[in-house]
């Protein structure tokens, strides 16, 4: 069975351009999550998606933002980019969508911002 | 705010013994707490996780055990192997949250032959 798919896996973008990122959740996962990690740094919570509405958000700015498809597929935009958005973005899914519950994680997208 | 934090930066032990990675966290609404184990280049993988309601869980070589009243939790790995050797991630959740995660910094286990 595939795991939690991302892409791209490496890009470089320049300041105040815009990036896309894409997920793809283990079949019949519904809950698609998204976090940043900086180097060095744990992974941060950003968007949390349950059947196509957010359910949750973490400190971030506006120039996040993300959605998920009919099938439960998740994207991941961020406009204006900074330096400091240069980070991986990790995807993962779940089977569950309020309660806990172990998270599945793809392998990430590095994203650098020169 | 670092609500979650794993102090020591790195590990490092020797094969066959025990390795016991720490974690603390401040808020007590944290209910759920859960351990990843995160390769290069791979995303975190799943380890084990512990409710609220229990002071010790155990699967295989990996054990978690929580303090409550000390807002501490570690897991131990009994006997360290050396593909055991990957960065450790303490986890905290709480019920009524859309499954966010707060995660800890992480801690470099080496695992020595």
């Known amino acids: 069975d595939a795991g939690v798919t991302q892409s791209p896996t490496h890009l470089i973008k320049t300041r105040g351009q815009q990036v896309t990122l894409r997920c793809s959740p283990i079949?019949?996962?519904?809950?698609v999550s998204w976090y940043q990690q900086v180097l060095g740094q744990g992974p941060q919570f950003i968007f949390q998606?349950?059947?196509?509405?957010?359910?949750g958000r973490g400190n971030f700015p506006d120039r996040f933002s993300a959605r998920q498809f009919p099938n439960y597929s998740s994207e991941l935009n961020v406009n204006a980019l900074l330096l400091g958005d240069s980070a991986l973005y990790l995807c993962?899914?779940?089977?569950?969508?309020?309660?806990?519950?172990?998270?599945?994680f793809g392998e990430g997208s590095r994203l650098t911002v020169l | 705010d670092q609500q979650v934090k794993q102090n020591s930066p790195s590990l490092s032990v020797q094969e066959g013994r025990i390795s016991i990675l720490n974690c603390d966290y401040t808020?007590?609404?944290?209910?759920?707490f859960l351990w990843y184990k995160k390769y290069p280049a791979e995303g975190p993988t799943f380890l084990i996780s512990i409710s609220s309601i229990k002071d010790k869980n155990e699967d295989g070589r990996f054990t978690v055990f929580l303090n409550k009243s000390a807002k501490h939790l570690s897991l131990h790995i009994v006997p360290s192997q050396p593909g055991d050797s990957a960065v450790y991630f303490c986890a905290a959740s709480y019920t009524g949250t859309a499954s966010k995660l707060t995660f800890g910094t992480g801690t470099r286990l080496q695992v020595t032959l």
């Open positions: 079949s019949g996962h519904k809950s």
């Open positions: 998606y349950y059947e196509k509405e957010e359910r």
């Open positions: 808020n007590s609404m944290f209910d759920y």
């Open positions: 993962a899914s779940s089977s569950l969508g309020m309660d806990t519950g172990e998270l599945f």
